[in-house]
């Protein structure tokens, strides 16, 4: 099993509510990304759980919030966010943080559409 | 800075032929570089990975060659098929650091016609 799990596939949220992404992985990888993807322009780092622990922030506003429940899950939790915000959000694993040879496995993505 | 170019930023070809994308980095030190296929809307999907010591990899139908002395990397589709038809990310990483500390090409859009 190669598969990065991500739900909900699209999401439209207003600007008031709180919502959720979700993402899953069994391959027993201990490092765990999420990523932002605007149309046509590549990946950008937003969060990096190492061994379930947040080990890079990369300047990401808090109305972002992530969470690593245990190795396999990783959620990211979304209160008021901003048109802007609108994006194509990757979830990705990889087996360890520390190997930069590691093959990093990337999730179908949530659609995310701030109105 | 750390960079990674790919040409061209678009290409259309028909069914059957070959194409090669390429990629140039400015990444340094240099650990490795893996090609990625991503169709619109989805999660990009790993097609090779190599190391600064390896020439070429081969994934069926695609080939990436390295060139770690001019800092190029290519990607070679042959037989292209209307299911080619995404954008190829070319993706370098550095010696030091972790799997997180990737730096992203834009990618090339390519597009696979009858």
């Known amino acids: 099993d190669t598969e990065v799990t991500q739900t909900p596939k699209h999401l439209v949220m207003g600007m008031t509510n709180k919502k959720s992404l979700k993402c899953e992985q069994h391959?027993?990888?201990?490092?765990m990304y999420w990523y932002k993807q605007k149309a046509k322009k590549p990946p950008e780092l937003m969060f990096v759980y190492s061994y379930e622990k947040l080990s890079i922030n990369e300047s990401v506003p808090s109305r972002f919030s992530p969470e690593c429940p245990n190795s396999s899950l990783l959620n990211l939790h979304l209160h008021a966010l901003q048109p802007e915000d609108s994006a194509l959000y990757l979830c990705?694993?990889?087996?360890?943080?520390?190997?930069?040879?590691?093959?990093?496995?990337f999730g179908e993505g949530s659609w995310l559409t701030v109105v | 800075k750390n960079q990674v170019e790919q040409s061209p930023q678009s290409l259309i070809i028909l069914e059957g032929k070959n194409c090669t994308l390429q990629c140039n980095y400015t990444v340094s030190p240099f650990s490795n570089l893996r090609w990625y296929k991503q169709d619109t809307g989805r999660g990009p999907v790993s097609l090779t990975i190599?190391?600064?010591?390896?020439n070429t990899k081969s994934n069926g139908r695609y080939t990436a060659t390295l060139d770690a002395d001019t800092k190029q990397s290519s990607l070679h589709i042959t037989a292209s098929q209307l299911s080619d038809s995404a954008s190829y990310i070319c993706v370098v990483s550095p010696r030091t650091g972790t799997a997180s500390k990737l730096t992203f090409g834009t990618g090339t859009r390519l597009q696979v016609t009858l």
């Open positions: 391959m027993g990888h201990r490092a």
């Open positions: 990705a694993s990889s087996r360890s943080p520390g190997t930069g040879g590691d093959t990093i496995y």
């Open positions: 190599m190391t600064f010591s390896e």
